[in-house]
């Protein structure tokens, strides 16, 4: 018979070792201990199985041997007994055996667990590694913009009533950088006095409306030297719309405003050093023109009257470049008073109506009697401008359609003509500074390029909107909106700025 032993142990911790540090490689270890041991235990209950088949054929032969109405012997008696015992013994072990497998199975599930949960770290940290280089770049960047642009952050605590600055902001300021913080009236203490009540007022009202806001003011630094900062900024709302917090940036546009007054100054030479020998050349050529110095052979006749439509053109080239300018920086007042916006649909009309004819286009009108406060002769210019190029481009016995109706809070125009239309990637920098959809329509329509350009930014100061719809080959219709409210007296449609 075979003599068989348990194992030493249920492999229930059969992986002690300090060194396994890999993530699942314990939980490994334990399943393959548990595997031979489970091994182990069908190999064991194979041996017993095999015992107690030994004794079973012997009991049967000594059966055989022997009168059935004799006792078994103590020797059969006892060979019977083990053969039940190893039977019951190897149930035993495979049962264990399972166990020993199903708690495998268990720890390759907990292994392969670990394993995910440990690249999930990996990646986790990975990810916020890469955040946190990315953050450190971001914020480099926005240091190196902020020095190269002259411009610098700011955030006002409203509860505690202090001001946190950007290094840049600092410099801007004349001061030495420094990060803690710093009471508001501390940090307004660089505003020029002159400004200071003006700075206060914005800052009031903005909290009050909760909009962004942008305004100019001058600072004063230690060294004496006074510069011009733009500040930009917003407002940041807590629970029921109360502020909590008002941030923002500021630039030195010193320089830039230097630049500004130079060009004013330059527009101003050019507008007396041009325009006045431009007039004596237009006057001298008109008199050319209408015979009153006598009548001139037919070339010449041509000539002179080229010469004259060429004045005009520089004229109106000039002219659109000295207005375009004087809009950019703010120079040109609008007299806003109440209009009606048919009358001056109707008065462009007719201002236009020759050209219309010379052309062959006839001009449809659409108009509503709506009050609007307005800039009568910068309105009559956005007009006249729209009707004249669409007569410009429009073939000969179409129509222009003109229209104004009233339109919630606004007054909305429309140009629409029948011409050859616009594609759609030309759209976009229609309104831009001498910009011509096709580079011939310079030479055959004439322009400048400038019309539509000044026909957005009066749009603009208006309060209202400019845009074009067109379709190739169909037309185009250029639509724009003015408010109705009322304002009398002047504007200057430029954003508040302290005294220069």
Known sequence: MLISSEPANDAEHPCSSSDLSQPGQVRDETAGERDRAAQKRDELAAGRDREADIADRVLEQEDDDRASWRKPSQQVQQLHARAVEDHRRAASDRV?????????????????????????????????????????????QMTSAQALGQFGSWEWDLESNTTVWSGEFWRVNGLVPRAEAMDFEESIKSVHPEDRAMVREQLEATLETGDPYRFDHRIVRPDGTVRIIHIRGEVVMGAGGVPVTMRGTGQDITDRREVERAKEEFISI???????????IRGSLGLLESGMLGELPDTAQRMVEIAVQNTDRLVRLIGDILDIERIDSGTIDLHLQ???AGELVLHAEQCVGQFADDAGVHLKLTTESVQLSADADRVHRILTNLISNAIKFSP??????????????????????????????????????????DAGDSRDKGGSGLGLAICRRLVEQHGGRIWVDSELGVGSTFSFTLPVHHVSGSTQARAPQAAR
């Open 338 to 340: 109440p209009c009606e």
């Open 96 to 140: 264990k055996a399972r166990n020993d497998r199903e708690l495998g199975e268990q720890d390759r599930a907990d292994s392969r667990r670990d394993r995910a949960h440990a690249l999930e770290d990996e990646r986790s940290l990975a990810r916020s590694e890469r955040r946190g280089r990315d953050l450190a770049l971001q914020h480099a």
């Open 396 to 437: 000969a016995d179409s129509t222009v359609h003109i229209s104004c109706v009233s339109h919630d809070d606004e007054v909305l125009f429309e140009v629409a003509d029948e011409g050859r239309g616009i594609s759609t990637e030309t759209l976009a920098p229609i309104f831009e500074r001498f910009y011509q959809v």
């Open 270 to 280: 050019v507008s007396h050093e041009l325009r006045t020998p431009l007039t004596s």
